[in-house]
């Protein structure tokens, strides 16, 4: 594993490499957070990727270059093997700049340390922690809690009479009570919550930074403080709760955190910290992502909806894994090569990164029948959108059975609903989907 450095590595070994046209094309648009709004776009992008250079070497303008991989089967490749393939020196796109002034402030790539930025053997004594906990076998048991969740949103939507914006009134807020009550955070305290969890996802979305002059800013050392305040009030509403649960344990996710303990000693403050944060974003704008997305797709493909109002219950495990590859709210992750590797007859060095693209391995040609039609009862459905490997989404079985559960309350009720104006959609390059879905509807 290569040691900590002062500065960021510079990705590029190969000074003779150059970029295929394809690349050249599209190196730009993978990474702009604007064209994650704007489907047909990215679509395009990652289809010319996948056709005429899977493998492709991109050097984008203010990133590091990268090895974009678009097909499915080399993204798994990749994702399965985590001691040749490490999550510690690179695991998402950042800008330039950006990755200078934390290396500058902390001396190291990341401001945090989550699951996604660590590799064994830490990360696996980590997720081991908590990974009993999102297992089937116990996430059922949350079955009727979730369910008693789902039917206060439907009931909430249907108070409303006739009209809401579907993103914003329910599928935004309702992962976020499921994951809030998994961590014993108050519901009091969940708008705090979810300001803090868009702040850190949706960073380049002017209507969700922190401070919204800094989206026009060349700023990085702004950037990175307004990041900091982020954080900051994140750590300080969570040492409130771990010394609680020290003190007075209860049956949730942060009592695990909070006296978890890694080779018989507690675990570092900014290793729980970072847990809290992982757990609380993770769990919430992906799932909302998906739920609001899924119920958009069925809207814009009425054959779709009314099979699914027809057999709700039935269509509901498929629907929502549907809705999982259709969103995919994850856009990417990225992973660092620790030896010279083969892929598809391109030969990635040592150091040098990877972006797993997985909106483009859930439209992949090769998987998917159809990938560009949205079908409820779609089976198989090797969804890329959970990632593989040691890093596997831990809270998948948990999204889930939270959008089942939804899925299934909403269409047994509602009799008619369309939609009522043009949605929108999150400028985010790492986790985003819907902004606003307006719709009409009759219970
Ligand atoms: C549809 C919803 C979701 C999607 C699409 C999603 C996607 C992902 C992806 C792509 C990864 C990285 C996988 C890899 O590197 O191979 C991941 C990791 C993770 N997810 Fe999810 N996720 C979702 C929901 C959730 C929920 C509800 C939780 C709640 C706890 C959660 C918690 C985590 C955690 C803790 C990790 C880090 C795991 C590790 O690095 O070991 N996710 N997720």
Same mark, same amino acid.
């Given at each position: 594993m290569?040691?900590?450095?002062?500065t960021p590595?510079?990705t590029k070994?190969d000074?003779?490499r150059?970029?295929?046209p394809a690349?050249?094309? %599209?190196?730009d648009q993978?990474v702009?957070?604007?064209?994650?709004?704007?489907q047909?776009r990215?679509?395009d992008a990652?289809?010319?990727?996948?056709r005429?250079d899977?493998?492709a070497?991109c050097?984008?303008?203010?990133f590091?270059p990268?090895?974009? /991989?678009?097909?499915h089967?080399?993204?798994m490749e990749v994702?399965?093997?985590?001691?040749?393939f490490?999550n510690?020196?690179r695991?998402?796109?950042?800008?330039?700049?950006i990755?200078?002034?934390?290396y500058a402030d902390?001396?190291?790539?990341?401001?945090?340390?989550?699951?996604?930025?660590?590799?064994?053997? /830490?990360?696996y004594?980590?997720?081991h922690?908590?990974?009993e906990w999102f297992?089937?076998?116990n996430v059922?048991q949350?079955?009727e809690?979730?369910?008693a969740?789902?039917?206060?949103f %439907?009931d909430?939507m249907?108070?409303?009479g006739?009209?809401?914006d579907?993103q914003?009134d329910i599928?935004?807020h309702?992962?976020?009570?499921?994951?809030?009550q998994?961590?014993?955070?108050p519901?009091a305290?969940?708008?705090?919550?979810?300001k803090l969890?868009?702040?850190?996802?949706g960073a380049?979305?002017?209507?969700l930074?922190r401070?919204k002059?800094?989206?026009?800013s060349e700023?990085s050392?702004?950037g990175v403080?307004?990041i900091q305040?982020?954080?900051?009030?994140?750590?300080?509403y969570?040492?409130?709760?771990?010394?609680?649960?020290?003190?007075t344990?209860?049956?949730?996710?942060?009592t695990?955190?909070?006296?978890?303990q890694?080779?018989?000693a507690p675990?570092?403050?900014l290793?729980?910290?970072?847990?809290y944060v992982i757990v609380?974003?993770?769990?919430?704008?992906?799932t909302?992502?998906?739920?609001g997305?899924?119920?958009?797709a069925m809207?814009q493909s009425?054959d779709?909806?009314?099979k699914?109002m027809g057999?709700p219950?039935g269509?509901?495990?498929?629907?929502v894994?549907e809705?999982?590859r259709?969103t995919?709210?994850?856009k990417?992750f990225?992973?660092?090569a620790?030896?010279d590797?083969?892929?598809r007859?391109?030969t990635?060095?040592?150091?040098?990164?990877?972006?797993?693209c997985?909106p483009?391995?859930?439209?992949?040609?090769?998987?998917?029948e159809a990938?560009y039609?949205f079908r409820v009862d779609?089976s198989?459905n090797?969804?890329a959108?959970?990632?593989?490997?040691?890093h596997?989404c831990l809270?998948?079985?948990?999204?889930?059975l939270e959008?089942?559960?939804?899925?299934?309350?909403?269409f047994?009720r509602i009799?008619?609903?369309?939609?009522?104006g043009?949605?929108?959609f999150?400028?985010?390059?790492f986790?985003?989907?819907p902004?606003?879905?307006?719709?009409?509807?009759?219970?």
């Amino acid at each position: 594993m290569t040691a900590p450095l002062a500065t960021p590595p510079e990705t590029k070994l190969d000074p003779n490499r150059v970029m295929s046209p394809a690349a050249a094309a %599209v190196a730009d648009q993978i990474v702009d957070p604007a064209v994650y709004a704007d489907q047909a776009r990215l679509d395009d992008a990652f289809a010319r990727l996948r056709r005429e250079d899977p493998v492709a070497w991109c050097e984008p303008q203010n990133f590091r270059p990268f090895w974009a /991989l678009t097909k499915h089967a080399d993204i798994m490749e990749v994702s399965r093997q985590n001691t040749l393939f490490t999550n510690g020196e690179r695991e998402m796109l950042s800008l330039k700049d950006i990755e200078r002034q934390v290396y500058a402030d902390l001396g190291g790539p990341h401001l945090l340390k989550t699951l996604v930025q660590l590799d064994d053997p /830490l990360h696996y004594k980590l997720r081991h922690l908590t990974q009993e906990w999102f297992m089937p076998q116990n996430v059922k048991q949350r079955s009727e809690a979730v369910q008693a969740i789902a039917r206060e949103f %439907v009931d909430r939507m249907e108070d409303m009479g006739g009209a809401c914006d579907f993103q914003q009134d329910i599928a935004l807020h309702y992962p976020l009570r499921v994951i809030m009550q998994i961590l014993g955070v108050p519901e009091a305290d969940e708008p705090m919550m979810l300001k803090l969890t868009q702040e850190i996802f949706g960073a380049a979305d002017e209507d969700l930074m922190r401070d919204k002059s800094l989206i026009q800013s060349e700023d990085s050392a702004a950037g990175v403080e307004s990041i900091q305040q982020t954080l900051a009030a994140f750590f300080m509403y969570f040492s409130n709760i771990t010394k609680d649960r020290r003190q007075t344990p209860r049956d949730d996710v942060s009592t695990v955190i909070a006296n978890g303990q890694i080779d018989g000693a507690p675990i570092g403050d900014l290793e729980a910290m970072s847990y809290y944060v992982i757990v609380a974003a993770a769990g919430h704008d992906t799932t909302s992502a998906s739920t609001g997305g899924g119920v958009l797709a069925m809207l814009q493909s009425p054959d779709q909806l009314s099979k699914m109002m027809g057999d709700p219950k039935g269509l509901s495990k498929t629907a929502v894994d549907e809705a999982i590859r259709w969103t995919t709210p994850v856009k990417h992750f990225m992973r660092t090569a620790q030896a010279d590797y083969e892929l598809r007859g391109r030969t990635v060095l040592e150091g040098e990164s990877l972006l797993l693209c997985y909106p483009s391995a859930n439209r992949d040609e090769d998987v998917f029948e159809a990938p560009y039609e949205f079908r409820v009862d779609r089976s198989p459905n090797r969804i890329a959108s959970f990632g593989y490997g040691g890093h596997m989404c831990l809270g998948m079985h948990l999204a889930r059975l939270e959008m089942q559960a939804l899925y299934e309350e909403l269409f047994s009720r509602i009799k008619t609903i369309e939609l009522d104006g043009a949605p929108s959609f999150i400028k985010a390059n790492f986790v985003g989907g819907p902004k606003s879905i307006p719709v009409r509807y009759r219970f």
